[in-house]
């Protein structure tokens, strides 16, 4: 929850200027794009990534789309491959989104990736999407603006009928063009489509020259849109832990004597942002990780969703 007011913004100068800055600050907006309006925070603030997941009532962290202006944007935080390349050249800007895998130096917050080492971008092609990340100049990270489980919103009262007084601003600029979400096409092994959207799959193959894989329930989660997967770290997890027992490291939350702390003031927010790091950092100790008991509510219940698919016992 946001403590302000929601701004209603129109598409000229004053209120995409006014919305980068509210974005900057680590505030939530959202924003028309063709296929639908998106919430967006910035994909490296992982407070304003936790943010977007809070006002949804997001039931769990699953990979969200980082949206950029530009195709050397999106270079700047992903591994460049040929076919991203012919797939860029032929549909962005437009409702195609790319998971490829994550450079070294990428400064995306793991929130935005759920934890894999690949990221679902976009260079959207509505003109205001396009201004307001030109004005803020970095990736934003917007899943549709609408409470999780709801309709995709294609207007601003659609979003205001969600999200008003949970999030800092909405630009409107009237109703979106292809009220689909994008189709996602996985570019980090051989490619496959992970989930049909406003551009057909043909429309893809013809590029490429050939069939893509297509993503099967069950499959590995590796981008949004699909069944979530558990975080598996190599370790054994234990959860609701007070103290470590034999060799395991402890992960803790509040005031209280640990390896880690998600967050020593007992802050959810915090604590989401730092929550997939936090598993893999302790996870290449090589010992068995113990959790202190989580408050399962809110943002919460989110990370003590991942933690039951982290503790849960492997091939479950």
Known sequence: MQPNATLYLTADDAGLSRAADLLRAGKLVAFPTETVYGLGGDACNGEAVAAIYAAKGRPSFNPLIAH?????????????????ERLAAAFWPGPLTLVLPLKPDHGISSLVTAGLDTLAVRVPAHPAAQALLSAFDGPVAAPSANP?????????DHVRAGLDGRIGAVVDDG????????????????????????LAAEEVEAVLGQKLLHYQEGDALTAPGQLLSHYAPDA?????????????????????????????????????????????ELDETGRPIAVAPI????????INDRLRRAAAPRGS
């Open 68 to 84: 950029v202006a530009s195709v050397q944007a999106a270079q700047r935080h992903v591994e460049w491959s040929d076919q991203a």
């Open 148 to 156: 999780s489980g709801r309709i995709s919103p294609t207007t601003a």
């Open 175 to 198: 109703p979106c063009g292809v009220g689909l979400e994008s189709t996602i096409i996985g570019l980090a092994g051989e490619p496959a489509l992970l989930r049909p959207g406003g």
């Open 236 to 280: 054994s997890v234990r959860l609701n832990a007070g103290a470590p027992q034999g060799d395991e490291v402890l992960l803790g939350f509040g005031d209280m004597v640990c390896d880690l702390n998600l967050s020593p003031k007992g802050h959810l927010p915090e604590a989401a942002a730092n929550f997939f790091a936090a598993l893999h």
């Open 295 to 302: 408050p399962d509510h809110g943002l919460g219940a989110a």
